[in-house]
């Protein structure tokens, strides 16, 4: 059965959809979480322009489209916030782009920056310095740290809440990660949509 969930009511244990509703003794939620680029100021303003995703399918065929022509500039990779699904799926792209660029003859005319809000490429500290020492070996440059407070899509920078700034051509983004509208409209989740869960049962934490 394919249907919309619009409410969950924990009280009645009941969950009410676009067409029905159904009781629950136990209720498993697994409506994930998505991108939402409206929550970071200016970015509509270059969104599917000079603005891509690669989260969404339609955001990733978009993008293959404008790197398809892309022979020349700076491809920024930048990840909003955390969290964010898939830590390592941006470092994927940028070492992918790496190879695009390259078998494509230009890579000596495209620049790539990995833009990042932790403080190296990747969550887990061993990982992260192999895979940074990749990053430098494949002339990709990191910047950490990097808290992202808006975009300006005229002036193709980002900004951060520090007032630091990185100039694109092509700005892949990560924008912020968030759990469905369902999840803030039944009051189950905190207000990014996610739910608070034990780590070792996935049971929702009902104090928090
Ligand atoms: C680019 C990318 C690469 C990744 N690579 C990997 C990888 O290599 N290995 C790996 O393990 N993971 C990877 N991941 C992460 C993985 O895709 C997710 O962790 C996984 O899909 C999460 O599964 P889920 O079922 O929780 O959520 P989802 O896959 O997001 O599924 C949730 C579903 O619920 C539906 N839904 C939401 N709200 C409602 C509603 N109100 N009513 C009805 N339906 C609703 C959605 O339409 C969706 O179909 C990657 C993610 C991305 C974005």
Redesign the pocket.
Known sequence: MV???VKIDKEQKRVETATGQYDYDWLVI????DIVPTEIDGMMDGWRKDIFD??TLEGAVELRKKLKYFDSGKVVLNIAELPY??PI?PLELVFMADWFFTVNGVRDKVEIEFVTPLDNVFTKPVAAQILAQFAAKKNIKVTPLFDLAQVNAKEKTIESHKGEKVGYDLLVAIPTNMG?K?IIDSELGDPLGFIPTDNHTLKKIWNR
């Open positions: 249907d919309t969930i697994d409506t994930g979480c690669f989260y699904k898939c799926a469905d369902t």
